[in-house]
């Protein structure tokens, strides 16, 4: 089959690999009709997150059912779901209390309690480095879906691929900062990054009856982009004191009630910040988290989506205390809300396919990868057929 495989840094190429086999009683192998580059996949592009063998890369995909292992029951060959990003195998401690990215039996050789930088990690994700389990990825054609009598979701007839995809990951992301601030109406939400988890996460607050929503980002056509999609007001990130500024004066100088941080830990950044980070032998830079928490209320909630690997030097724990500040973080459970949110999209509450830029071949997943690492030709969010 076709697949887009990791080998380095920079470089990720459509390569033919061997087809995926059946291993387990609860596997599946599915088709996938449609796939999608994320973020978090250019974390292990750019070498943030590191990976030292060839891995077929993505976690947001979906697809129709191939073939099923001997104890899958509810999924049958022909059957059309969609996959959330976490793999988990719904009868563990964590699993059963919403909480299958801490699965203790998906990431068997990474697993723990800890925590660590390279040891002791959460439960397995689809193609994200042997650290979260060593899984293909679903950028192919073909890809093995473990415990599948808990994770795949049957898509309604009525609704294409590209009405359901992103509630693999980003949209379930992005719901995840808003329902973790208990957002009940009339709040101001600031989000950080008007990338597709970004916007996610604005069309959630709206969803969730924000009185205002700001939107901060280093790019004019994605700030454009998002007002255009959901009415929010936005503000272009220059610094963070100025940027910090702009969002006191438009709340009364208290600051927003919530803060999504939805950039992570490979922001922008210059000279002075490349070199803190290598004098004290950190991963990217904190400066957009440090930006929410000086940007929200006293009281308020900072929810952190973006990606943090490591530890950081300097992590402003006072100015938490003084504020009395709530900060929110990890990888979004997506299991126990994806019904919730495939309802959204059923009823017309929601669109998510607006947020795609570029449709391209699996074939041009080089492409693909480079325009959105680069932020080129307009790149918000790319998705891949597997068989053009």
Known sequence: ???????????????????????????????????????????MYSGGIPQTRPMVMGHEFMGIVEETG???????????????????????????????TACEHSNPDHYGPEGGIFTEKGGALFGYTDLYGGYNGGQAQYVRVPYAHFGPRKVPENLTDEQVLFLTDIFPTGYTGVMWAGLKGGETVAVFGAGPVGTMAVKSAVLHNAKKVIVVDTLQYRLDRIKKLTGCETILWEDAESTVAQIRDMTDGRGTDVCIEAVGFEPERNFIDRAKAVLNFEKGSIKVLEACMSAV???????????????????????????????????????????RLMGYVESGQVTLDDVITHRLSLDAVDKGYEIFDKKEDGCVKVVLDPWK
């Open 1 to 43: 089959m076709k697949a887009a495989v990791f080998h380095s840094p920079g470089k990720i190429t459509c390569d033919t690999v061997e087809d995926p086999k059946i291993l387990d009683d609860h596997d599946i192998i599915l088709k996938v009709t449609s796939t999608a580059i994320c973020g978090s996949d250019l974390h």
């Open 70 to 100: 001997k104890n899958i029951t509810g999924l049958k060959p022909g059957d059309r779901v969609v996959v959330p990003f976490p793999i988990a195998c719904g009868n563990c401690f964590f699993c059963q209390h919403d909480l299958p």
């Open 297 to 339: 209320r006293r009281g308020g909630t900072v929810s952190v989506l973006g990606v943090y690997p490591v530890n950081y030097d300097n992590f402003r724990l006072g100015q938490i205390f003084d504020k009395g500040i709530t900060i929110k973080a990890g990888q979004c459970n997506v299991h126990p809300i994806i019904d």
